[in-house]
């Protein structure tokens, strides 16, 4: 197929309170595009919309949100034009998305191959031995140990690193064509998450990502393009032709000519951006 995988067009979503007196914009006219083969990451302060644009791509809103204008290109089609059904065949087979708290992701009744597996028996049709047996290798694939024993486990039975990897399994296990990353490692300890990092620039081989993170670390050393939101509004330019993170020299042209205070504030948080971030606003 020819042109961005997802493009997305003046989106503006909206929070209604129940008397219809007080409106919150929490997406206020954003504009993106992911280009095949390609990562984007989105940074923002807590409140910023990060997760309310996370969700309103896979149209999961809660009732008081309004999508009020605005395009969602997905290969070519429109996701707000779709039915109720055909959105539902999208959600977990071409779109995915790891939720920021896997408890709150995870149900605690079930075990974690019933739950890898669903997805693969909703959307594929395989069979309950079939599907529990690709859980089995999708719990390898995000590095498990002993997969075989922990698919029988409950959520409760496994640390928080471990079930962030369950997430993470379900996300993948239909092969979407993009994996939506809402701040995966905020739950967890620095050793964990640096973990967890390497895990999702490996998923970044067979998968398109689009990571939402507060914290600097997971878009700026898992994307190919940042942007920033602030004010409900995304304010950084993609600096996808100078963004290279494996070579100082580009990474000082982009990050030096930062023009936010947040996005700058963000960028000296993690060490190797500081000299340059602070000399934009000194």
């Known amino acids: 197929m020819s042109g961005p995988l997802l493009d997305v067009r003046h989106l503006s979503t909206h929070y209604v309170s129940a008397r219809g007196t007080r409106v919150t914009r929490a997406v206020d006219d954003v504009s993106l595009v992911l280009d095949q083969g390609q990562t984007l990451g989105i940074v923002g302060e807590s409140g910023s919309g990060k997760t309310t644009l996370a969700l309103t791509l896979l149209r999961l809103l809660p009732p008081a949100a309004r999508i009020v204008s605005g395009e969602i290109l997905f290969e070519g089609a429109d996701l707000l034009k779709k039915s109720d059904g055909e959105i539902r065949r999208i959600r977990g087979k071409r779109i995915a998305m790891i939720l920021q708290d896997p408890m709150m992701s995870l149900n605690p009744l079930f075990t974690v191959g019933d739950q890898v597996a669903e997805p693969i028996r909703v959307h594929e049709g395989a069979s309950r031995g079939s599907a529990w047996s690709r859980a089995t290798e999708l719990l390898k694939a ?108 580009r990474r000082r042209r982009c990050f030096g000519r930062l023009r936010y205070a947040f996005a700058a504030a963000i960028c000296a948080a993690v060490g190797a951006f500081a000299p340059f971030a602070l000399s934009c606003h000194s």
């Open 142 to 249: 995000v590095r498990i140990a002993a997969p075989e024993s922990r698919v029988r486990e409950y959520p409760h039975q496994l640390s928080g690193g471990m079930r962030q990897r369950i997430v993470g399994a379900i996300a993948i296990s239909c092969e979407p064509r993009i994996l939506i990353a809402d701040e995966p490692t905020t739950s967890l300890d620095l050793t964990i998450q640096a973990q967890y990092l390497n895990l999702l620039r490996e998923l970044q081989r067979a998968h398109h990502v689009l990571a939402v993170g507060g914290q600097g670390q997971v878009p700026c050393r898992s994307t190919d393009s940042p942007g920033g939101v602030a004010g409900q509004r995304l304010v950084l330019e993609q600096l996808a032709a100078e963004f290279d993170l494996r070579r100082r020299r």
